[in-house]
């Protein structure tokens, strides 16, 4: 069994590691710091049970988990943790797979043998109850999408717009654009804080707004800083964007 | 304040100070006014009784604090219900005798006019019910109320101790973690986490209140963070600034630097992947002491529930132990929080 070790305490990580390979059949392919170590990590060498630290500095075990369902073959997820009340409740009532820290080696062996994949519908409600416990945002950091690369990981906090075609949603940074499969209702309801809608096809981040200008075809267009592309302002959302801006 | 409960358990007012004097004469006047007014009820209203009713429950009133006040020292040794008695008897005793002068006074002014005066009359043993019963009520009273106070004492106490016990579980588990990770690649390290945990351990099983020199707070911060280094690694650094300071004379209610550093590193340190630096100050200005801590900031952060949990534990501290003097301030720089702590340097 190819196993990935990821926790953000170097010794945590070793003693994982240590335990999980003392267990017949076996292998420790790869360890992981953070959330974003372990998604690029579980791509390149493909585990089948990934063991999941919950606290970890940029990206959480639940938002690197979210993120390993979005892949191909998506690996049984086991979180664990030193003490995490809210989460451990969620977990237990929604049957998701932990392991509590120091980890005890028999618990290790009968959680990686019975490990289960971990369904979306699973993680997304013990994400909502874990935020709604802890008072801390329950917006992800990075949003994923699967490319001809494999999945790419875009840092929120670096996306432009949002922008929706016929089925797909794009999402624009600096290095480029991808696809994702969400809508943009949903997106906006993640993220209102930071993006505002300005057209019924277009979410634009707030922190990169430069200022909203009139077209030579007579609508309004804004623009973006560090950006080119100039996106359709509709009539409808004119006076609120304004609004908006007046507060920056 | 808890001191000064302790040192005197008894449960009577001192009745040798100025205070407890007035609100003798005040007692005694209301209850001139209630049998001035009962007697109302058989007879006329008059001043002249209610001037006589007032001198004699004065002069029973005063004259037995002044006897209570000489034998405070005796009587504070008694236990309760012999100390109740003591009193409800020195009360009796001077109401008896200066009915009984009072008669006999009375006695000397009329025997020429009123040949059937007799000195032993009826009136004396009311006088001596009245008191009794008016005594009695008064110790129950000042019962009732030394109960109050204890239970509210109780209460101040226990809180005290629930707030400096409030170790974190996530630290306990942790360095469980920890030690288990390090016993064995590591077991010297290991074993110095057990001794290290230990010493945080006992301190906050210490007695609440409990004050210690700067030094050896600073001696459990540190292990502390020798702890948290060990899980956390080079994420984490830690910067002293204590120049000219005498550590030993400064004193410090324990376990109120350590909240604050642990504070820190979970809110400010571990959530940056790159880790970060936690400055320690420590100063004495105008005879107040001045603690701060301060930590970089995570580009996203939100005010913790924990966080201000740990503040408001510390806060009730400070003034349970300094009352206003003391005070807790935290604010965010541009790229940093820091938390102060100011309080007298010396109490009093």
New interface residues.
């Given amino acids: 069994m190819r196993v990935l070790v990821c926790d953000d305490e170097q010794l945590a990580r070793g003693r994982v590691k240590r335990l999980a390979e003392e267990i017949e059949g076996v292998t420790v392919v790869a360890e992981a710091a953070d959330g974003r170590e372990a998604v690029s990590e579980a791509q390149r060498t493909q585990p089948e049970v990934v063991l999941l630290d919950i606290r970890m500095p940029d990206m959480d075990g639940l938002e690197a988990a979210s993120h390993l369902l979005n892949t191909e073959r998506p690996p049984a997820v086991i979180f664990c943790t030193a003490f995490d009340e809210h989460a451990l409740q969620a977990f237990k009532v929604h049957a998701v797979d932990y392991l509590l820290k120091p980890i005890n080696r028999d618990d290790l062996a009968a959680a990686l043998e019975r490990a289960g994949s971990l369904n979306r519908v699973q993680l997304e409600t013990v994400k909502e109850e874990v935020g709604l416990d802890e008072e801390s945002s329950n917006q992800r950091q990075h949003i994923s999408a699967r490319t001809h690369k494999g999945l790419e990981l875009v840092p929120v906090n670096e996306i432009r717009y949002f922008q929706a075609d016929q089925k797909y949603v794009t999402v624009r940074w600096p290095e480029g654009e991808v696809l994702i499969d969400e809508t943009l209702k949903e997106l906006e309801d993640e993220f209102g804080d930071r993006f505002v809608r300005i057209h019924r096809n277009a979410l634009v981040a707030l922190d990169y707004l430069e200022g909203m200008e009139l077209a030579e075809q007579g609508h309004y267009q804004v623009r973006l800083r560090g950006l080119d592309d100039r996106l359709t302002v509709s009539r409808r959302h004119v006076p609120g964007l304004r609004k908006v801006m007046q507060r920056m | 304040m808890q001191r000064q409960a302790n040192e005197g358990e008894t449960f009577l007012p001192d009745f040798c100070a100025g205070q407890s004097v007035l609100v003798v004469v005040v007692g005694a006047e209301l209850l001139a006014i209630v049998l001035t007014l009962v007697g109302g009820l058989y007879d006329d209203l008059s001043v002249a009784r209610f001037a006589r009713v007032s001198l004699f429950v004065q002069w029973v009133a005063l004259s037995s604090a002044g006897v209570l006040c000489l034998l405070k020292h005796w009587v504070s040794a008694l236990p309760r219900a012999w100390a109740s008695t003591l009193v409800v008897a020195v009360v009796v005793l001077a109401t008896f005798v200066f009915s009984l002068a009072w008669r006999l006074a009375l006695a000397w002014v009329v025997a020429t006019t009123d040949p059937d005066y007799a000195v032993w009359d009826q009136r004396i043993w009311v006088h001596v019910a009245i008191a009794a019963v008016i005594t009695g009520v008064m110790m129950r009273y000042f019962y009732v109320q030394e109960q109050l106070k204890r239970q509210e004492r109780a209460e101040l106490n226990s809180r005290i101790q629930a707030l400096q016990s409030r170790i974190r579980?996530?630290f306990?588990?942790?360095s469980?973690?920890?030690?288990?990770?390090?016993i064995?690649?590591d077991p010297d390290t290991a074993e110095q986490v057990v001794e290290d945990m230990s010493r945080l351990f006992r301190a906050s099983l210490k007695e609440a209140g409990h004050e210690v020199p700067l030094a050896d707070e600073l001696d459990l911060c540190r292990r502390y963070i020798h702890i948290e280094q060990?899980?956390?690694?080079d994420r984490l650094q830690v910067e002293w600034h204590l120049e000219g300071l005498d550590q030993h004379a400064v004193t410090v209610p324990l376990l109120t630097l350590q909240p604050l550093l642990e504070n820190a590193i979970y809110h400010g340190i571990?959530?940056?992947?790159r880790g970060g630096t936690v400055q320690v100050r420590a100063e004495v200005r105008d005879n107040m002491v001045r603690l701060s801590v301060s930590n970089a900031l995570?580009?996203?952060h939100?005010q913790?529930?924990g966080n201000r949990m740990a503040l408001e534990n510390i806060r009730h501290r400070l003034t349970a132990l300094y009352g206003q003097r003391a005070r807790i301030n935290a604010r965010e720089l541009d790229d940093c929080y820091e938390v102060e702590i100011v309080y007298p340097a010396w109490r009093g």
């Fill in positions: 579980p996530h306990l588990f942790n469980m973690n920890i030690i288990a990770s390090l064995a690649v060990l899980r956390l690694g571990q959530p940056l992947s995570p580009e996203q939100t913790h529930g």
